[in-house]
């Protein structure tokens, strides 16, 4: 018998991923699917992964910038985020491929994607979430030691870089200004647009996709002073028409290599479009797939020219705004509210007239002129730093110190090879350092969309998959043996029972090999019984797994661990004492040949796992049950966690899964995933808010045992003292517990 965490026979080489936004979260995808043993530890600071600063909006009239059918996280599959919209209907969204949707939603997105793939990943497959900062990376004759900023150090055989954008420094005035920082916010910051007078005026710092994100959320608050908008050239994006691509206006082969030559070529196929009835967007967006190849055709010194004369040009062509947006600030603009410049900060000095503002003085572009601006709030908008020569953050700055990074000659990223390994200070490509995205601009250019994005995860995953060099199909006799343990057991091979508690209508689960078995969620009253089906059926009891700590019974486990020497395993998080083991999200408990996957449902309780078996059993304890789910509000109970474990996790398994619940009280004993969320009233139909508002008011009384169960079951079910209580008074009110009904 094995009873094991991710336990295998080859211990799978390590893969860290320093960054857990879009590109982050699709390499961690691409490396659970492929089937291969490895193990991932993605860092992130942030609470959540897959979303970065792009999608960790919380305001949904920042939508995307690209129609929903161009959006899909894989690239050889084009309708997947379509495709997932129309599946889970997230907060009621119904769409077609044109349409803009809120940009969280595709945060949603990213990290459904990436829960599934590790649900469904290889047995011998780990991964981990490390939220902390990685602030050093140190080389070692395997690869790598990453350090963090707690002072831990982790090994890795391979690392990617995947570090997204950092916001760019502040112009060279703004930095002087004396009282900085009452004055002046990070458009990226949360508190960007907070604690800000309706009526007072703005400005914001760059005329681009950030500052279109600022005026919205200003728009959003009803805000009513003037807004003022200042760059370089005063150029604001351009918004998306519908529009065909036309093919590439250049051939690779014979392309001009200068920049005169190629918006020549560009401007006279614009032409043509216009006399087929087309605008500039289908040339543009018929350049697309060629962008990349034609930057590295140029000359450095016309990509310097580039980069001089026309990329702002370039940039609020090629990256357009949503018509919903386009149309605000287009409002906004003719009432007078939004006023933008092309010019320059000259100088900034707190105003003498108030204590609450500043005078800005801006240079207008190609002009003598000077103009003068008195604002509360100065917002930079300038988007993200690109010059890794000035960059100021830790890691980066480490690297360049050790030499383990070239900064380009463009100051724009930095060096790598064609496949994203980098390149240090003499040259020489790394064999373990990798990136993704922004770092890579100087090569590529275009490399911060999602269309290049996804195409570089997925590449970059195979090329890390193929450096490993541990297919399975190559594995020696010994771990061939070991796939072979890994295939599904036959309904034969394993047993399964349900078992019911009447006086707390509460479900408690066996799950068995052969020889030894797991308790799931047992009932102190309920020990002799579940003692004498493990005798009846000649097993040992291993462990007791708990879902979450019960406010309605008292669990067996302590007692059952008294009897039968068994483990006891809790959640991660709950605030448990004298459990043999916690057991993270993701991690897989291995017994025999049954694979039960915990996975973290937080929101009836603070702390809260549904365990899937073998990928066909869902036993998901009070987060799910059938028509109905636990409540919300005790333990750090949170209506909004709960709402998206279920949607975002368990409604995201496939629809034949079979659902066995924490609780019933009408002879109920299973369902599926399919009928859940088609037939629960409490997620049916319902938006994220309207189950908020529904949670909010159900006025439930605690439920009558709650006084010792808790305190006991947070000591694995040991009580400490007997009861004075009458036990008839114990029974509890079931359906006012789970308030299960509408």
């Not at 500052?211 to 604001?236: E, F, K, T």
Request: with cysteine.
């Amino acid at each position: 018998m094995n009873f094991s965490i991710s336990k295998t026979v080859c211990p799978p080489q390590t893969v860290a991923i320093i960054g857990g936004g879009f590109s982050g979260a699709m390499i961690a995808t691409h490396l659970l699917s492929a089937g291969i043993p490895v193990s991932i530890k993605l860092i992130e600071k942030r609470p959540e992964v897959g979303r970065g600063i792009a999608y960790s909006t919380s305001v949904d009239a920042h939508l995307l910038n690209v129609p929903v059918g161009k959006m899909s996280a894989f690239p050889d599959q084009p309708e997947h985020f379509l495709h997932w919209l129309r599946k889970t209907q997230p907060r009621g969204i119904v769409v077609d491929a044109d349409a803009f949707v809120p940009r969280q939603v595709y945060g949603d997105y990213i990290q459904a994607t990436l829960r599934e793939a590790i649900i469904h990943a290889a047995p011998y497959t780990r991964f981990e979430r490390i939220t902390e900062e990685a602030v050093g990376i140190e080389p070692t004759a395997n690869g790598a030691l990453i350090h963090l900023s707690t002072g831990e150090s982790l090994q890795a055989n391979k690392v990617v870089l995947a570090t997204g954008n950092v916001a760019a420094s502040l112009p060279a005035p703004l930095k002087h200004l004396s009282n900085r920082e009452r004055y002046v916010r990070e458009a990226w910051s949360w508190d960007a647009v907070t604690q800000l007078n309706p009526d007072a005026a703005v400005l914001l710092v760059g005329t681009g996709l950030t500052m279109a994100d600022m005026v919205i959320s200003l728009h959003q608050q009803g805000h009513r002073g003037p807004i003022y908008a200042v760059s370089r050239h005063g150029l604001l994006p351009q918004r998306h028409l519908p529009s065909v691509s036309r093919s590439a206006c250049v051939d690779l082969d014979n392309t001009p290599i200068t920049m005169r030559g190629l918006l020549q070529r560009v401007r006279q196929e614009i032409q043509a479009a216009a006399r087929d009835g087309q605008d500039w967007r289908s040339v543009i967006d018929g350049l697309r797939p060629i962008t990349q190849s034609l930057w590295q055709k140029l000359p450095l010194t016309e990509q310097q020219r580039f980069l001089r004369h026309v990329k702002s040009y370039w940039e609020v062509h090629r990256h357009r705004i949503a018509p919903k947006v386009a149309n605000v600030l287009d409002q906004l603009i003719q009432s007078g509210q939004l006023i933008h410049y092309a010019g320059r900060i000259q100088s900034c000095q707190a105003s003498e007239d108030t204590n609450h503002s500043v005078d800005i003085t801006l240079r207008l572009r190609g002009t003598n002129r000077n103009i003068t601006l008195t604002v509360e709030r100065i917002i930079n908008c300038t988007g993200a730093a690109c010059d890794y020569r000035r960059l100021q953050h830790p890691l980066i700055a480490s690297l360049q110190e050790q030499r383990l990074i070239r900064p380009s000659a463009l100051a724009i990223g930095i060096e790598t090879d064609a496949v994203g390994a980098v390149i240090d200070a003499d040259g020489n490509a790394s064999n373990y350092l990798y990136t993704i995205g922004t770092t890579r601009k100087a090569s590529l250019w275009e490399t911060t969309a999602v269309p290049e994005l996804r195409l570089q995860a997925q590449n970059l995953a195979e090329q890390i998959l193929q450096a490993l060099a541990q297919p399975v199909t190559s594995f020696d006799a010994a771990t061939s043996q070991f796939n072979q343990s890994l295939r599904l057991p036959q309904p034969a091979e394993w047993t399964f029972r349900q078992l019911f508690d009447r006086e707390s209508c509460t479900y408690t689960y066996l799950i068995a090999d052969s020889h030894s078995a797991i308790l799931v969620d047992p009932v102190l009253e309920q020990m002799e019984r579940d003692l004498q089906v493990l005798r009846e059926l000649g097993l040992s009891l291993y462990a007791c797994l708990e879902t979450h700590i019960h406010a309605d019974h008292i669990t067996g486990a302590h007692q059952l661990r008294t009897l039968t020497g068994c483990q006891v395993i809790v959640p991660n998080d709950a605030t448990v004492k004298g459990a043999d083991r916690l057991i993270q999200d993701g991690e897989i408990l291995q017994l025999g040949a049954i694979k039960i996957l915990a996975i973290a449902t937080p929101g009836h309780t603070d702390s809260h796992m549904a365990y899937l078996i073998n990928g066909t059993h869902l036993l998901t304890g009070d987060a799910l049950f059938i028509r109905g789910c636990g409540r919300t509000d005790f333990q750090g109970g949170d209506a909004a966690l709960l709402f998206d474990a279920v949607t975002q996790k368990l409604f995201t398994l496939p629809d034949s899964t079979l659902v066995y619940p924490g609780h019933d009280y009408q002879g109920r004993t299973c369902s599926t995933i399919g009928e859940e969320k088609r037939w629960n009233p409490r997620f049916a139909g319902r938006n994220r808010l309207q189950f908020i508002q529904l949670m909010s008011n159900l006025n439930l009384p605690l439920p009558k045992k709650m006084k010792i169960a808790v305190p006991a079951n947070e000591r694995c079910g040991e009580v400490l003292q007997p009861s004075p209580i009458d036990t008839d008074s114990l029974t509890p009110d079931i359906s006012a517990f789970f308030g299960m009904y509408i």
